[in-house]
């Protein structure tokens, strides 16, 4: 299996071999699925077959990555969970966090103006802030808060234990999980002992923060643990392992949200500090709209379709995501193929938004291709957020929390001279780090308060 930015290779298969191709690693099935039309048949209208996750012992079982819902096989657990997000985090919902976003988008445009602090940390900032305002109640105090560090360290231990497909030496041979950690080869048990009390301690700790402060005056509302608690009405608020279900439903979001949300917006950065025309052009608009050094707020969305159009395009041209997982909990047929039990169904949603016929000219970096077009618009939507039982259910919260930071940083900020480490110019064709989030390598950019 490819080790480096795999979405291109397996695009690359796909062009060869077909929009469906199967391989065979140490005995585990895997079907790379290239197409929208083969997503769609096989992980929509078959989903009930193809929304579990893959078993992994390292990561899933001795981690304890398999409680939350990103990697939680399919299950009453999980059902729960996702009941819980899908109904917190709905459109509805999510227009009672509205200031937040909109208060800390601000927050964060005036600290990129500042030359002393670095903007992938400001981003971080933002992103983490805005998550643990709506989830727990929690107000971040600046980017060294405890509780932002943890994200930070938890999302090391996703990035590490997910490395090269998280395949351990233990999910080969499962029964070593089992022999003493003293005994050579053993080091993945001490090390999974420390990940794992590295993520227990932040989903324990938040919500218990959470149930002890949501009476206190300084506690943000509405946040989704107190509207959970709350809820007379759900079951789970009523069961037996409610405190555990909640606690990572909410950990899931801190989780699932945090690092793609940000690698999003260093995207935006990136692109914006690229293509100064397609800056300009938006600006223009916001200022056309709300008028020169005022803030944009989401209300004025369905006014900026060219600002939208550049939200859609970040995550379109190089989003965070580039890859879904899910497995078949039983054999199928398809076409030709029979489908084992147990395939990990590889979702290479880089090619299907990188489609020519959809999106011509797909590598290049145009907004304007979602303007009237309502065959992107819908393709888009039909794939950017997952498929099947497996589709985000923070995709209102990201769209909105990544939509009005995009349009306050264009109405208060000019990004130009993207440049490397080593302040060589970043070329149009950039290059993005591997991973479970994929983020555009380091650089950096002169970052101005617009005139």
């Not at 279900?245 to 979001?253: D, Q």
């Not at 209300?299 to 879904?324: A, H, M, Q, T, Y």
């Amino acid at each position: 299996m490819p080790r480096e930015r795999e979405w291109l290779t397996y695009a690359k298969w796909s062009e060869k071999y077909g929009d469906l191709v199967y391989l065979s690693l140490l005995g585990q099935h895997f079907m790379i699925v290239d197409t929208y039309e083969v997503a769609h048949d096989l992980l929509n209208k078959r989903s009930a077959i193809y929304s579990t996750r893959p078993h992994l012992t390292m990561a899933g079982e001795l981690v304890g990555l398999n409680l939350g819902l990103l990697s939680a096989p399919l299950s009453s657990r999980f059902n729960e969970i996702r009941k819980l997000l899908h109904k917190g985090y709905s459109q509805a919902s999510i227009r009672d966090f509205w200031p937040v976003f909109e208060h800390d988008s601000q927050v964060m445009s005036m600290q990129l103006l500042s030359k002393d602090l670095d903007f992938a940390d400001t981003i971080r900032q933002y992103v983490g802030t805005v998550i643990y305002k709506t989830t727990y109640g929690y107000s971040p105090q600046g980017r060294d808060d405890p509780k932002l560090r943890w994200v930070q360290k938890s999302m090391h231990v996703l990035s590490e234990v997910t490395r090269a497909g998280g395949i351990w030496l233990v999910d080969v041979i499962p029964f070593l999980r089992y022999l003493p950690q003293w005994l050579p080869l053993m080091g993945f048990k001490r090390q999974a002992t420390a990940w794992r009390g590295i993520i227990m301690e932040g989903v324990v700790d938040d919500y218990k923060w959470a149930t002890d402060h949501q009476n206190a005056p300084s506690t943000i509302k509405p946040n989704f643990i107190s509207s959970v608690l709350s809820d007379g009405s759900s079951s789970v608020a009523l069961s037996s392992y409610a405190t555990d279900v909640i606690s990572w439903a909410a950990a899931s979001m801190v989780g699932g949200g945090s690092e793609a949300t940000a690698g999003n917006l260093l995207s935006f950065i990136l692109a914006m500090a690229l293509f100064p025309d397609v800056q300009n052009r938006a600006r223009e608009e916001i200022q056309g709209v709300v008028g020169k050094g005022i803030m944009p707020t989401l209300s004025d969305r369905k006014n900026l379709p060219f600002v939208d159009c550049i939200f859609r395009e970040v995550l379109r041209w190089n989003g965070s995501g580039p890859l879904g997982f899910h497995m078949s909990r039983q054999s199928d047929r398809y076409r030709d193929y029979v489908i084992p039990k147990g395939t990990i169904m590889v979702t290479n949603m880089w090619s299907m938004l990188h489609n020519p016929v959809v999106f011509p000219e797909p590598l290049a970096f145009k907004p304007e291709r979602f303007l009237n077009d309502e065959a992107a618009c819908e393709r888009f939507g039909s794939v950017i957020w997952g498929f099947g039982r497996r589709v985000c259910p923070g995709s209102h919260f990201a769209e909105a929390s990544l939509f009005i930071a995009i349009a306050t940083m264009l109405a208060t900020c000019v990004f130009s001279d993207p440049v490397d480490p080593n302040g060589v110019p970043v070329p149009v064709d950039v290059e993005y780090e591997s991973g479970i989030v994929s983020l555009p390598k380091l650089f950096t950019c002169k970052i101005t308060p617009v005139a």
